[in-house]
């Protein structure tokens, strides 16, 4: 995975993420769990990419349509199983607005 899908990637758990924000000076104002939508996300990858198995073939060649292949339903497979999650977060950087506050006391952004 680290040479052919995602090379110099890394998964970092939610703590060092959320450590690193802080550290930056920033406050997560949201965070969520998308594990579950990500498995019906490769869900339908997966289904997409056999209906399509010839295009992806002839754009990219068998070894990369198959290397995504396994990818995708591996990666599905552990989503499901809750081996691996994903995880989104909604971060500012604190600073006054004209109001004295520093964001809206309910969320302002559109889910």
């Known amino acids: 995975m680290g040479r052919y899908i995602f090379p110099d990637g890394e998964l970092a758990a939610p703590g060092v993420v959320m450590t690193h924000l802080h550290d930056a000076g920033l406050e997560i104002v949201h965070a969520e769990n998308l594990r579950q939508h990500y498995a019906l996300t490769l869900e339908h990858w997966c289904r997409n990419l056999q209906a399509h ?3 992806a073939v002839a754009s990219g060649g068998s070894q990369t349509a198959l290397l995504w292949g396994l ?3 591996g990666a599905r497979w552990n989503f499901e199983r809750n081996s691996i999650q994903i995880h989104q977060f909604l971060a500012i950087r604190p ?3 004209a109001d004295g506050h ?3 006391l309910r969320p302002w952004w559109d889910a």
Do not use: C, K, L, S
């Open 53 to 55: 198995w010839d295009e």
């Open 71 to 73: 990818y995708m339903a």
């Open 95 to 97: 600073g006054e607005d």
């Open 102 to 104: 520093w964001y809206p």
